[in-house]
């Protein structure tokens, strides 16, 4: 084979990888989308009056999910199974953002930490590399990180809504994912700073917390007690 021929069929290799890339682009666009409006339906739980609607939105999330299930779908078809990890930085972001949703939505429902396989689950996923087009552990570590930033601001916006047993029980559920995050050893470096935010947030928390006991105002009221 001469050099020209060697180069030309470099060349095709090429062209066909960025058809693949750009296929892959477009399709994360409309993920990106898709997860900005789940993240705008669940914003207004941050308003004064959100809580109240924390049912209603998280039911709106959840019918923008089946969105995501079938633009991922989608996704699945543009690139060789096997080559996941080729391609994994075109799509890893959005896939850390609604994850961060995903987790989000369950603790608003039910106050607890979701787990990687519920994350699957929602988005249509596997858990396991080798059945195919996965959640990676690190990219599900990213998105539980993404939310403890979310509640810290959720704690504070507690307060003004007039909500403080709020505060309390996010405190209790932050510290414990933080004791959960001490027994990794991180060796990712995105990762690990976005655990050094995770400091931030428990300090904030505490804050908030401290400042509503300093006031009385700590007092878990009987309702709130089995949550």
């Not at 705008?40 to 999910?65: D, M, N, Y």
């Not at 429902?109 to 249509?124: D, K, N, P």
């Not at 990794?184 to 995105?190: M, R, S, Y």
């Amino acid at each position: 084979m001469s050099v020209t021929e060697m180069f030309s069929n470099i060349q095709v290799f090429l062209c066909a990888d960025q058809d693949i890339r750009e296929d892959i682009r477009k399709v994360v666009q409309g993920l990106e989308q898709t997860a900005r409006e789940i993240l705008t339906v669940l914003q207004s739980v941050h308003q004064p009056s959100g809580f109240k609607e924390i049912p209603s939105k998280c039911f709106r999330a959840r019918e923008l999910f089946c969105l995501v299930r079938s633009q991922i779908g989608d996704l699945k078809t543009k690139f060789p199974v096997e080559q996941y990890y080729r391609f994994h930085e075109h799509w890893r972001f959005v896939l850390q953002r609604v994850t961060f949703l995903a987790a989000f939505v369950v603790y608003l429902e039910s106050e607890t930490l979701v787990t990687r396989e519920e994350v699957a689950e929602i988005l249509g996923i596997e858990v396991e590399r080798e059945k195919g087009f996965h959640l990676d552990v690190e990219d599900y570590l990213a998105g539980v990180l993404i939310m403890a930033s979310e509640l810290s601001r959720l704690a504070v916006n507690s307060v003004t809504a007039g909500d403080y047993s709020r505060p309390l029980r996010i405190s209790n559920f932050i510290n414990e994912l933080d004791s959960g995050f001490r027994l990794l050893n991180l060796k990712n470096d995105p990762l690990r700073k976005r655990y050094d935010g995770l400091k931030y947030d428990v300090k904030k928390i505490e804050e908030v917390v401290y400042d509503l006991s300093i006031r009385g105002l700590t007092k878990v009221p009987e309702a709130d007690k089995d949550k």
